[in-house]
């Protein structure tokens, strides 16, 4: 059973267009996590999200936590090729727990 | 300030036999935790350490084994070796661990190849 479902998995979009992923659970965290790992690397911190409703940018990207502290999405405007890799989010709870994760290519 | 070490980058096994695999966590953190990380199954949690104790424990067999050393870098040993265990291994260290609710910080990871 996976604790942080994401959607959509796959994700191929034109340079230039804006997406979101999702990032849903049914539990509550205290705090929550964005990564982009590219192949054969490590995930990369983008951002955490900590207080319910909060809303973090960073450049191009728009991260919101949940009222309720159980999902969390990101929003890209206007992609750029440099985007592409996959999005993960994760959790903290006895263990981490991490998303099904959200593979995104953005075509030049 | 230096980021999460994995050692080596790259090892191709024998069915059988057995890897150790390395992880040096950033200065201070004392939390490492593993996971397995393949194209069909996402990242999978294997363990994680804190303050040399296992605190807690995925659901992988008895042939993954992992252990922390005093200055909290970590190692991971795989004992007869399958082909199924071809993997990407990544390491990730944070300052209190899940259980302080702190975010983790990856290294690059372990490509294992068992051929």
């Known amino acids: 059973t996976q604790l942080l479902e994401q959607s959509p998995q796959f994700l191929s979009i034109q340079e230039g267009e804006n997406l979101t992923v999702y990032c849903n659970s049914s539990s509550v965290f205290s705090s929550l996590q964005w990564y982009r790992q590219e192949p054969g690397e490590g995930p990369v911190l983008l951002v955490t999200v900590v207080t319910g409703g909060e809303v973090k940018k960073l450049k191009r990207l728009t991260f919101q936590f949940g009222d309720a502290r159980k999902d969390s999405s990101l929003h890209i405007t206007a992609a750029q090729p440099g985007d592409t890799g996959l999005y993960l989010c994760a959790g903290a709870r006895n263990q981490f727990y991490f998303g099904t994760g959200t593979s995104l290519t953005v075509i030049p | 300030k230096a980021g999460v070490t994995q050692t080596p980058r790259y090892l191709i096994k024998t069915r059988g036999q057995q890897v150790t695999l390395s992880c040096s966590p950033i200065?201070?953190?004392?939390?490492v935790s593993w996971y397995q990380q393949t194209p069909g199954q996402g990242l999978q949690f294997l363990f994680e350490y804190f303050s040399e104790t296992q605190r807690n424990k995925g659901n992988f067999p008895g042939r993954f084994s992992g252990r922390q050393f005093s200055n909290s870098r970590s190692e991971m040993n795989v004992s007869t070796l399958e082909l199924g265990d071809s993997a990407l291994y990544l390491c990730?260290?944070?300052?209190?661990?899940?259980?302080?609710?702190?975010?983790?910080?990856f290294g690059q990871g372990t490509r294992l190849t068992v051929v």
């Open positions: 990730a260290s944070s300052f209190l661990g899940s259980a302080g609710g702190n975010e983790a910080f």
């Open positions: 200065s201070g953190h004392r939390s």
